[in-house]
Structures are given as C-alpha cells and as structure tokens.
C-alpha cells in the first residue's frame, strides 16, 4: 500500500492498551473498528525494556498532571504494551476482515520484528518524533511513513522529514496532533493542517486525542486524508487510554459524518448539476405586474423583477423602461424581447 493511493480518508483506530492484556478482548475489538467503518487498525510495538528502563527516580515518576500521575514510565507501559507474539495472529485476522494492519515501533527490535511481518506501513509517534536515528532506520526500509507531530515544534518536524528524504524515502505523511490526553479542542489548532500540505509538500492528516467527531470532520474540510482516533469497546472498561478512546458508536458516527463531507467537498465547479437547473426556474425574471396596453410605454410600476424566471433577465430591467410594448400584454405575464418595442431615435 502507498500513501498516494488513498483516495478517500484513511481511517485509522488504534488499539493501543484497550486490549487490557486479553487477547479475545483484542480481537473482539479489530472485528468492533472493522464494523464501525475503519479502513486499518494500528498496534503499538513495545516493550516496557525496548521503550525505557525500570527506575524509580524523579526522572521516571510520572508527575505532569496526566492521567498516569504516580506511575513509573516502565509501570506504565508494563500496563500498556501489546505482546509482540499476538502481533502476527491479529495481522492475520485483521487482514481477513480487509483491514489494513500496520504499527508503531519504538526501536530497532521492533522494526526488525515488523519487518518480519511484513506490514504495510510505519507509524512514528509523536514522542519519537526526535528520535532520528531510529526514524533513519524506519525511512530506509522504503515503506510509507505516517508521522505524527504532537510535541514537535516546526523544526523538530523540518529535521525528522528531512531525514526521511535524505534516506531516499518520499512516502510519508504528517499527522496533526495535540499531545494532551484527553486533548482540549481549543488547542487542536486545525489551521496548521493545510499549511503543514503546503509547506513540506505531503499528505496530512490529524491523529485526535479528543472524543469529538467535530475536529476530524473540520481536519477532512480542510485537507486531512488521514485521520487516526483510539479505539476502545467500552469507556468502562478502564486502561490507561480508556479516557480519549471512542467507542463503536461513536467512531461509526465520526466514519459517517467524514464520507459525508468528503460526498460534499466534491470537486471545484461552477457548473449547475440537472437536479439544481431545474430549480432556476424559482429565480427572478422581468414580468409584466400590470396589464399593458399596445404602445404603451414600461415604467418601474407595470414591470419589475420577480419570482419565477420565465421571463428575461432582470438585467435588462432598465434597458427595457422607456420602450414602448408591441402587443397587449396581460398582468403575470413573462417579458420576452417579441413583446418590447426598440428605442426610438
């Protein structure tokens, strides 16, 4: 698969930890993304060791005001982490569901390891962003890339593409997102999408950590072809990305409102389809509003403008006034130019 190929949004649910280290849960939930109109499903390729280390220090704490606040980074991701050896049982089964099965790898081991799999796709995580030796290494496998910029500031974003082309791979696609989580909407800044398209020449896309379907269908509006949203069967049944997850419902609404938008954005025309020429006819048009004798001359008070459009333009309203008419002409009649005198010199 190659990001030039989409044509339609492509509509990612990311499993992250909702699986609550049940594998049934895991496919339970693949089968629930697939029904709710996903196009792909995307996992998280980690361990707690290839990702950070076991330390108890004010370093490793998490102490940011966040939903994790008390953990340690390995506890956390002890809680969070998909086992690598389910990996190649749900690519199989979200492949035969036709959904696109790709991931996120957090290091070397786990490139080699998706490699091995085969995916389609890379996914780089908007903490990974500054990572660039291990985005070096993802670029040079030539796969499509989808890079999410959530905590990059614009030459964080400027370095990681240009290492991406610099090892040869022009396949990529940069992500909006807002590192927050659960995301406030007003920081969402969507604006930066279509300038994100023009300054670095890419598709673009938004990767949305609220629980809105607002900010994916305005990112769709506004040029996004990629949009990426956690997926989770049920709020209630808790985890550490459980509080900005969607569940079924709400991610088939979101699915629904985008191909709505995208029947709606259409193409740039200004032609009329049958359907709307049809209705022209309710548009206005020069009419007699008084019976007018032959020879006798249009005023404003015996013709104007009105609904429907039968008869002339109103843009001749004023060449006609001061002519004088040919025939009789009965009140609710349409104004042809049989009926209109020429000027007399």
């Known amino acids: 698969m190659l990001l030039k190929d989409i044509f339609k949004t492509f509509i990612v649910a990311e499993l992250s930890a909702n699986h609550n280290h049940s594998f049934d849960l895991a496919v339970k939930t693949i ?41 340690t980074l390995y506890e956390l991701y002890q809680e969070a982490y998909t086992p690598w050896d389910w990996q190649p049982k749900l690519k199989e089964i979200a492949e035969n569901l036709d959904l696109v099965f790709f991931s996120t790898p957090f290091d070397r081991t786990a490139v ?5 799999l085969n995916v389609p796709i890379y996914k780089i995580a908007s903490f990974e962003i500054t990572d660039i030796p ?20 614009l030459e964080d974003i400027e370095l990681a593409v240009q290492t991406i082309r610099n090892a040869g791979n022009d396949k990529f696609a940069l992500l909006k997102c807002t590192s927050s989580y659960p995301a406030p909407v007003e920081e969402a800044n969507l604006l930066t999408i279509p300038d994100m398209k023009r300054r670095f020449n890419c598709m673009v896309g938004l990767s949305d950590h609220t629980l809105t379907t607002s900010l994916p269908v305005a ?25 900005f997850s969607m569940e079924p419902y709400e991610f088939k609404r979101m699915v629904d409102e985008i191909r709505e938008v995208e029947k709606a954005l259409g193409e740039v025309s200004y032609k009329l389809s049958d359907r709307v020429k049809k209705n022209k006819i309710f548009s206005r048009s020069l009419f007699a509003v008084k019976d007018i004798k032959k020879g006798e001359e249009f005023t404003e008070e015996n013709i104007r403008s009105i609904r429907p459009g039968n008869g002339l333009h109103p843009k001749y309203l004023y060449d006609i006034i001061g002519r004088k008419a040919k025939v009789d002409i009965k009140r609710g009649t349409p104004l042809g130019w049989k009926v209109v005198k020429r000027r007399e010199l």
């Open 31 to 71: 089968k629930a993304a697939k029904h709710a109109g996903a196009d792909a499903i995307k996992l998280q390729t980690y361990t707690p060791d290839t990702i950070t280390i076991d330390c108890d220090n004010k370093y490793f704490r998490i102490q940011q005001g966040t939903l994790w606040d008390g953990k």
């Open 219 to 243: 990112a769709v509006a506004l040029g996004a072809k990629i949009i990426e949203k956690h997926f989770i069967l049920d709020r209630r049944l808790g985890g550490p990305d459980a509080a």
């Open 112 to 116: 080699d390891f998706l490699e091995r």
């Open 134 to 153: 291990l985005i070096e290494y993802i670029a040079k496998k030539g796969k499509p890339i989808i890079l999410s910029t959530g905590i990059a500031e």
